[in-house]
């Protein structure tokens, strides 16, 4: 069973504009992290940024951050003021199921940047 | 600063032949070593990984298989290529016990003919 949704196969933005991508995940782990990649056409995967469970703040690097929800298992990722260069695949990534399992990729969002 | 290199970049390979994908990872010791497979347009898949030397789990049933015959060197290989095994594949590496952030090669793509 597929335990990292992402349920926006694919998103649009504005250039200088501000978009959020969606993720749930479901994981039996009660001290955990949580990840962000970028996967552009080159298909090289990029972390965009991380957030630890058990803290509260939401995690912020430049133009990017979190919007962590630990009780509804939601991690959405908020990408502001967006750039051509932000154009790609972008993957959450959590735990497992189970206890020990292995990080779970989601199905990934394609950004597009229109100009 | 830690490096992971991943060769070759592109292969295509006529079905059952065999196959083998390398990597390496530089700058670290003692690493989580991992092979994920990613079909067009999809999400990440892992195959196998590695807590060290002889150590590989495997997550999916097929006819792959990993090697990891040094520390930092991880290899995927099968003896007979199916037309199901054409994608994209990636090895990646982390950090033991640091959160599991995974960081990630190039990827190699494999076309199977």
């Known amino acids: 069973a597929q335990t990292v949704t992402q349920s926006q196969p694919e998103m649009s933005v504005q250039e200088a504009e501000t978009v959020t991508l969606s993720c749930t995940y479901d994981t039996s782990e009660s001290d955990y992290y949580l990840f962000w990649y970028k996967q552009p056409p080159s298909r090289q995967m990029i972390l965009v940024i991380r957030?630890?469970?058990?803290?509260?703040q939401n995690a912020t690097e430049n133009r990017f951050s979190v919007n962590f929800q630990k009780a509804a298992k939601s991690f959405s990722l908020k990408i502001s003021d967006s750039q051509l260069g932000d154009a790609a695949m972008y993957f959450c990534a959590a735990p497992g199921e189970t206890s020990g399992s292995r990080l779970t990729f989601g199905e990934g969002t394609q950004l597009t940047v229109n100009p | 600063s830690q490096t992971i290199h991943q060769w070759p970049a592109t292969l295509v390979q006529p079905v059952g032949s065999p196959l083998s994908l390398e990597c390496t990872v530089e700058?670290?010791?003692?690493?989580?070593l991992y092979w994920y497979r990613q079909a067009a347009g999809r999400g990440l898949q892992l195959l196998f990984y590695s807590v060290g030397i002889g150590q590989i789990s495997s997550e999916v049933p097929q006819n792959l298989s990993a090697s990891r015959p040094q520390d930092r060197q991880f290899i995927l290989s099968s003896k007979k290529l199916l037309l199901s095994d054409s994608g994209f594949y990636l090895c990646a590496w982390s950090v033991r016990y640091s959160g599991n952030t995974i960081y990630f090669g190039e990827g190699s793509w494999l076309t199977v003919v």
């Open positions: 700058g670290t010791s003692n690493p989580n």
């Open positions: 957030q630890e469970a058990y803290k509260q």
